[in-house]
């Protein structure tokens, strides 16, 4: 079962822009926040603070330290996650949908 970060944990999770391709989501937190259980599909994570946080998935858990302004490619996962430095996070995910489709029109240059 899909479990939509944006429905599990609406006050740290917004989207700022959705279409048949993408979905950008703003995740923000504060330290000691705890996330509950969601799911990601294939995604780019862009980081705009420094950050440190516990991740917990399948029985395992990882800490990681990262810092502003990093680019990070992420698999498909369940997983759910807590801020346990001093600082907040505050990232962008650019969420992958179905595969590309044909190329669209000349005339559909640039943004919407």
Do not use: C
């Amino acid at each position: 079962m899909w479990r939509d970060p944006v429905a599990t944990d609406p006050d740290h999770y917004v989207v700022l822009m959705e279409n048949d391709r993408v979905r950008v989501l703003e995740y923000t937190d504060t330290p000691g926040t705890v996330t509950t259980p969601h799911d990601h599909p294939d995604s780019v994570m862009y980081t705009l603070s420094a950050f440190r946080r516990r991740l917990h998935a399948d029985g395992a858990s990882r800490d990681v330290e990262l810092a502003a302004g990093g680019a990070h490619w992420l698999p498909a996962q369940r997983h759910h996650g807590e801020n346990t430095g001093d600082t907040e996070t505050h990232v962008i995910f650019v969420e992958l949908k179905a595969a590309a489709g044909p190329h669209a029109p000349a005339e559909a240059l640039g943004p919407e």
